[in-house]
Nanobody, 119 residues
Framework: QVQLVESGGGLVQAGGSLRLSCAAS????????MGWFRQAPGKEREFVAA????????SYADSVKGRLTISRDNAKNKVYLQMDSLKPEDTAVYYC????????????WGQGTQVTVSS
């Protein structure tokens, strides 16, 4: 059974930091481009960041550029999202998933991890 499990979310004050992890099991994602997406209450799911299969190329939503950093460790089958200088508008459930550019590829999806930033 293929699973993507996100962790590392929590409650943090504005300006604080969190590091999200996404652990894959059931198959390797070492040759997949991967992304982080988020969904805030009452809003549609949106793109946050993506990384190529070899980690050499990354892209970010304008709203997070310079504050969030995506990375991966293919040996561990994991993807990470370092979140710095957090803002209340970053509050959302964060998901990792295989990506096509800045969109979800449409096959695998985790349960998400809640990030809440207080002002």
């Amino acid at each position: 059974q293929v699973q993507l499990v996100e962790s590392g979310g929590g409650l943090v004050q504005a300006g604080g930091s969190l590091r999200l992890s996404c652990a894959a099991s059931g198959r390797t994602f070492s040759f997949d481009n991967m992304g982080w997406f988020r969904q805030a209450p009452g809003k549609e799911r949106e793109f946050v960041a993506a990384i190529s299969w070899n980690g050499k190329s990354t892209s970010y939503a304008d709203s997070v550029k310079g504050r969030l950093t995506i990375s991966r460790d293919n040996a561990k089958n994991k993807v990470y999202l370092q979140m710095d200088s957090l803002k209340p508008e970053d509050t959302a459930v964060y998901y990792c998933a295989p990506s096509l550019g800045r969109t979800w590829r449409g096959d695998y999806w985790g349960q998400g991890t809640q990030v809440t930033v207080s002002s």
